[in-house]
């Protein structure tokens, strides 16, 4: 972004839309320090999402925690040119409603730019360069989607919104299945030959990209854990048709009704894939724990492993409850012998972590089933079990260990970083738990030991869900970086992502720098090579790593708008999960969130006092805040935006 400022109180920034109703442009002050100004829709000039715009201040702030004001008063370049919406027509015109509930306005389109699409149709505009200021843009039909009415469309329109790259070329497609041979016996030099371990797999019953196997030795109060990852870097070279397209998506994106994957099924379902008693090229973490599960000795090698059994989570935690187990093979026996041992392992890491002050969420989860149809048909919450635990241990065991080795050879590298809150957000903090009267007071800055006393405080308690969500909204964003900065809720100072190269892109970056550097390919040319090219990287991936949250959470929240739609006027009960000065945010039990208007609250004029961090009645003194639990009738679900509105039941 550039620094520049220019005449009459002008600056260059990035535009950031919001909602319908307002957005913000990010520039450098004066200062040349970061801010953002308030833009209204109707000052924006139909600028979109990461547009560089001239913006012009219009209104300074003489507010503590106010924005300035400005308008846009030219856009410099556009980010992006096309919108996703559903198509209507009128005679010799047509218009696309976009299906970002954010975008304020429609697009106009001329009959001979139709391109076949008819009423409801999904489509693709490309936006036309604006005749008039005042006007709506105006576009051409570029691309048809599908149509309204299918459900199917309806996610493919969602995942196009977010610009997520869903199709590969069949050149890439061509590339993918040329490199998916059988290991031949030329892969297999200079690999530690792994295979009569018995390795297993522990994944969901729809897992189909299996990235990582497990295998253990106790001996007395010692253990000897091998993490075996799929060598994704064997076969996706630098520099390939593969490689930049895996770079362009960043990482498999999971959704209600489908996988779209990073890398071709050919390779993320087979040959990468650490399927059931195939032979398969790995990189292994080998950790030796002493008696106080410490990692006393660790080594990290090229290897080829064969996966014994393919286990699923809920196999796992049977084995984990039961003491006798009914099949009597002798290499079943043997598995489950394995198993308890892992899980003793797997108590004593979470005990190390725990004491060491890392934060662990237990917030509800919950689980959209659809019917064939993608009609949603339950919402339940989903169960968390100790077997899920058990990966998660030694996955986050394996990242670390492989972090610090790395750090300490002093090449570059990419780190998952997860920063302490800023001062600002721990304050807003500690005055919503005020409101609900818990007390939360710090000494200096805030430390993971902090947190974690203040999520153990109200465990079980009615309120246990809403706090732990407050709190997770004070925290920073995890993301990739070039340099060692941390992981604030692990409370590591060594941390990566070593585990997943099927589908993200950031442990198969460093799985090829880990590779060159194992094989002795790596020479002062790459190491300059990676010093150069890592930062751009690891901005880029956290950027799509983004994206894919936002679209599966868009797409969860059409399935619930879908689920709940036909029980308007019905009474619900849920909980107060967020205060603005514009309205209330409701949670109902099943997980589904909506917004009290505090316009639609007619008995008295509610603002927020964010001093308190609650919603007060002028005349009345009638007080809402979070965690409180509320009657409400559901009055309106609007698909095309993904919102749920409720009134409340008096």
């Not at 890491?349 to 689980?367: D, H, L, P, S, W």
């Not at 998952?416 to 009267?437: P, Q, V």
Request: with cysteine; hydrophobic share 35%.
């Amino acid at each position: 972004m550039s620094k520049s400022k220019y005449k009459n109180n002008e600056y260059e920034g990035i535009f950031r839309l919001a909602s319908k109703s307002f957005g913000f442009v990010k520039i450098k002050n004066s200062n040349n320090e970061d801010e953002e100004i308030y833009v209204t829709s109707k000052d924006a000039m139909s600028a979109l999402n990461d547009d560089s715009v001239i913006v012009q201040i219009t209104k300074d702030s003489h507010k503590a925690n106010t924005k300035r004001e400005g308008k846009i008063i030219k856009i410099i370049e556009r980010d992006d040119d096309i919108i996703v919406g559903t198509f209507e027509s009128s005679g010799s015109f047509g218009f696309v409603h976009p299906i970002n509930g954010k975008i304020p306005f429609d697009i106009h389109i001329e009959k001979k730019f139709f391109n076949k699409a008819v009423k409801g149709s999904i489509v693709e505009v490309k936006i036309l360069p604006k005749k008039n200021k005042k006007d709506n843009p105006e576009g051409v039909v570029t691309k048809i989607l599908g149509h309204i009415d299918d459900p199917n469309d309806e996610i493919t329109a969602i995942v196009h919104d977010f610009k997520i790259r869903d199709e590969f070329s069949k050149e890439q497609l061509e590339e993918a299945d040329n490199i998916a041979k059988p290991i031949s016996s030329d892969d297999t030099i200079n690999r530690v030959d792994l295979r009569d371990k018995m390795f297993i797999t522990i994944d969901g019953e729809d897992t189909k990209d299996i990235d990582d196997a497990v295998y253990l030795e106790k001996n007395n109060n010692t253990y000897k854990l091998y993490v075996s990852i799929a060598d994704v870097s064997h076969y996706v070279k630098e520099g390939t048709k593969l490689d930049i397209e895996a770079y362009k998506r960043g990482n498999s994106v999971y959704l209600l009704d489908r996988v779209i994957p990073m890398l071709p099924h050919v390779l993320s379902n087979g040959m990468c894939s650490l399927n059931e008693n195939e032979d398969r090229l790995t990189l292994t973490c080998e950790m030796e724990f002493d008696k106080n599960c410490k990692i006393k000795k660790h080594n990290i090698y090229r290897s080829i492993i064969n996966s014994h059994k393919r286990m699923t989570y809920n196999e796992v935690q049977y084995i984990i409850e039961n003491k006798e187990i009914n099949d009597s093979s002798n290499a079943y026996i043997k598995i489950c012998k394995m198993i308890k041992n892992m899980i003793e392992l797997s108590r004593k890491i979470r005990e190390v972590r725990e004491k060491r002050g890392a934060v662990n969420f237990n917030f509800k989860e919950v689980v959209i089933e659809v019917d064939k149809d993608l009609k949603p048909i339950s919402i339940k919450e989903k169960e968390r079990i100790e077997a899920y635990n058990l990966i998660e241990d030694f996955m986050v065991s394996a990242n670390e260990t492989v972090a610090r080795e790395f750090y300490n050879r002093k090449v570059p590298f990419i780190y998952r970083t997860h920063e302490a809150s800023d001062e600002l957000k721990i304050e807003n903090l500690i005055t919503t738990l005020n409101s609900l009267g818990i007390s939360f007071h710090l000494k200096n800055k805030i430390t993971p030991m902090d947190m974690q006393k203040l999520l153990k405080s109200v465990e079980n308690k009615s309120y246990q869900n809403v706090v732990e969500k407050i709190a997770l909204r004070s925290m920073s964003q995890a993301r990739y970086t070039k340099e060692l900065i941390g992981h604030f809720a692990l409370a590591l100072k060594y941390y990566t992502h070593f585990t997943s190269p099927i589908r993200r892109y950031s442990d198969l970056q460093i799985h090829r720098i880990i590779n060159e550097i194992l094989e002795n390919n790596y020479n002062e040319k790459r190491y300059k090579h990676y010093d150069k090219i890592l930062d751009k990287v690891a901005l880029h991936i956290s950027k799509t790593e983004r994206v894919a949250i936002d679209c599966e959470r868009d797409i969860e929240d059409l399935k619930k708008c879908e689920f709940i739609m036909p029980h308007l006027g019905e009474s619900f009960e849920g909980t107060v999960s967020g205060l603005t000065n514009f309205g209330i945010f409701v949670e109902l039990q099943n997980g589904i969130e909506g917004m009290i208007a505090l316009r639609d609250i007619t008995d008295d004029h509610y603002i927020m006092d964010e001093s308190k961090y609650q919603i007060i009645g002028s005349n009345t003194k009638k007080v809402f805040y979070f965690g409180q639990k509320l009657k409400v009738i559901l009055v309106k679900c609007t698909l095309e935006t993904r919102k749920i509105d409720f009134i409340l039941d008096n």
